[in-house]
T-cell receptor, first 115, second 113 residues
Framework: EAGVTQFPSHSVIEKGQTVTLRCDPI?????LYWYRRVMGKEIKFLLH????????ESGMPNNRFLAERTGGTYSTLKVQPAELEDSGVYFC?????????????FGSGTQLSVL | GNSVTQMEGPVTLSEEAFLTINCTYT??????LFWYVQYPGEGLQLLLK?????DKGSNKGFEATYRKETTSFHLEKGSVQVSDSAVYFC????????????FGRGTSLIVHP
């Protein structure tokens, strides 16, 4: 069974540019989460999808961040325009709804560096 | 809201040493508690969990006990190996109306031969 995959693994962009991160959850997992970890700090929640619906986007820093999950399968997180403070590792995680929902399966993350 | 406090790292040990990584939490309600581990170049993976007070989670020689009275979930291992070098994250499951798992800052463990 394929795990959660994220693409790209690394991205280096200049301030003001646009970047789109992609996450493919485990097939059948309706819960999809985006988190971000800034160097050495806690993993901070960004948002949560159930299928294609945004259940909670309270962690999104500002309107430069846009997440989508069309069709309830893969998700994208776009940052436009990127700022220096957006640098960090962006993690995606998935889980089934109901039984087993508490155990999250993580991708290996996208390391974003904004210069 | 829910929050997790972990000891700062890195924790540097020699092989076969005893490991403790402290974790305390603040939560509304009674969440499940988790330890996740991230090996170099990989995503986080669940190491162990406990679902209620006094439960002990264990896996791969690691243990942690859910202590409601001290709101703690410290991770321990009696004899670490070089292969245990990784970043360890303490986490809370959803509780008290929050449906979002909450993570700590992570503690890096470096084990020398």
């Amino acid at each position: 069974e394929a795990g959660v995959t994220q693409f790209p693994s690394h991205s280096v962009i200049e301030k003001g540019q646009t970047v789109t991160l992609r996450c493919d959850p485990i097939s059948g997992h309706d819960n999809l989460y985006w988190y971000r970890r800034v160097m050495g700090k806690e993993i901070k929640f960004l948002l949560h999808f159930v299928k294609e619906s945004k259940q909670d986007e309270s962690g999104m820093p500002n309107n430069r961040f846009l997440a989508e999950r069309t069709g309830g399968t893969y998700s994208t997180l776009k940052v436009q325009p990127a700022e220096l403070e957006d640098s960090g590792v962006y993690f995606c995680a998935s889980s089934p709804v109901g039984q087993g929902s508490e155990k999250l399966f993580f991708g290996s993350g996208t390391q974003l560096s904004v210069l | 809201g829910n929050s997790v406090t972990q000891m700062e790292g890195p924790v540097t040990l020699s092989e076969e040493a005893f490991l403790t990584i402290n974790c305390t939490y603040t939560a509304t309600g009674y969440p499940s508690l988790f330890w996740y581990v991230q090996y170099p170049g990989e995503g986080l993976q669940l190491l162990l969990k406990a679902t209620k007070a006094d439960d002990k989670g264990s896996n791969k020689g690691f243990e942690a006990t859910y202590r409601k009275e001290t709101t703690s979930f410290h991770l321990e291992k009696g004899s670490v190996q070089v292969s245990d070098s990784a970043v360890y994250f303490c986490a809370l499951g959803p509780s008290g109306g929050s449906y979002i798992p909450t993570f700590g800052r992570g503690t890096s463990l470096i084990v020398h031969p």
